[in-house]
């Protein structure tokens, strides 16, 4: 159930929300653009297929406000709606994702944009090394933006053949992007518009990959502003993401 606590006109609005997937890049990404653009929360998404969370403000230190394993946020000036998903899901996702659709289709959202990332052993091209970002695209996506991906000099991600297919069929495979895959193929069967961004990285500290892949979408959305990699505010909640430094003991 999506449940909103702020009657918003939606209408040609951006969806922005992450996958579940390797280094939670993807749920770094939205935590550093709702951080970056003070974006305020709107209400929230109550999925059984998703563990239950409940937890102090990821982004403001000061407030009462509680989060969620599902929370959504907006900017009016942006135009862009966001989702965080803060949890695992443990449950079949098709009726989420039947809800989302239906939301994006009853509220007139333009386009849905997912942030993921996948396995590092899974790049097949061995040059150029650091092109690690990667896009999937709709037809309706790649009729209005495939120009401007051009210009940006993207990479598409190109299904490939699974190994278990003895048709010699293609088929799109993110290995480790999580609902990613699933998610798009849902949308895009609604004719719905959507992406999937993601990039290639490792579990470790991923707070880099992060950053690369909102700059990412920041070539295409333009949201930002002038704000640069460099200068990206981290939200508070992000001040033990490792754990507490080493005890100074132990040296």
């Given amino acids: 159930m999506i449940k909103l606590t702020q009657d918003i006109d939606l209408e040609n609005y951006t969806l922005v929300l992450p996958s579940v997937a390797v280094g939670n890049v993807g749920q770094l990404s939205?935590?550093?653009l709702i951080s970056n653009l003070n974006l305020p929360k709107i209400g929230q998404i109550f999925s059984t297929s998703f563990v239950p969370v409940v937890g102090a403000n990821a982004y403001n230190e000061r407030s009462t406000e509680l989060i969620t394993a599902i929370?959504?946020?907006?900017?009016?000036?942006?135009r862009v709606v966001v989702v965080q998903i803060r949890s695992p899901y443990v449950g079949e996702l098709v009726e989420f994702f039947n809800e989302l659709a239906q939301f994006v289709t009853a509220r007139k959202i333009a386009k849905v944009i997912i942030l993921a990332s996948s396995h590092d052993y899974a790049k097949r091209e061995v040059q150029p090394q650091h092109l690690k970002l990667r896009y999937v695209a709709s037809p309706g996506i790649l009729s209005q933006f495939g120009g401007l991906f051009?210009?940006?000099n993207w990479?598409?991600?190109?299904p490939r053949v699974a190994s278990d297919v003895t048709t010699g069929e293609e088929r799109l495979l993110i290995p480790g992007g999580g609902f990613a895959k699933s998610l798009f193929n849902h949308l895009?069967?609604?004719?719905?518009p959507c992406a999937v961004l993601f990039k290639f990285c490792?579990?470790?500290?991923n707070i880099e990959d992060a950053v690369a892949?909102?700059?990412?979408l920041d070539q295409w959305m333009r949201v930002l502003g002038t704000v640069e990699s460099s200068s990206l505010k981290y939200?508070?909640?992000w001040k033990h993401l490792f754990g507490k430094p080493p005890s100074q003991d132990i040296y």
């Fill in 30 to 32: 939205v935590d550093l």
């Fill in 71 to 78: 929370d959504v946020y907006a900017g009016v000036s942006q």
């Fill in 150 to 152: 051009g210009d940006l």
């Fill in 155 to 158: 990479i598409p991600h190109e």
């Fill in 188 to 192: 895009s069967g609604a004719d719905v």
């Fill in 202 to 205: 490792s579990e470790g500290d």
């Fill in 213 to 216: 892949l909102v700059c990412y």
């Fill in 235 to 237: 939200p508070p909640s």
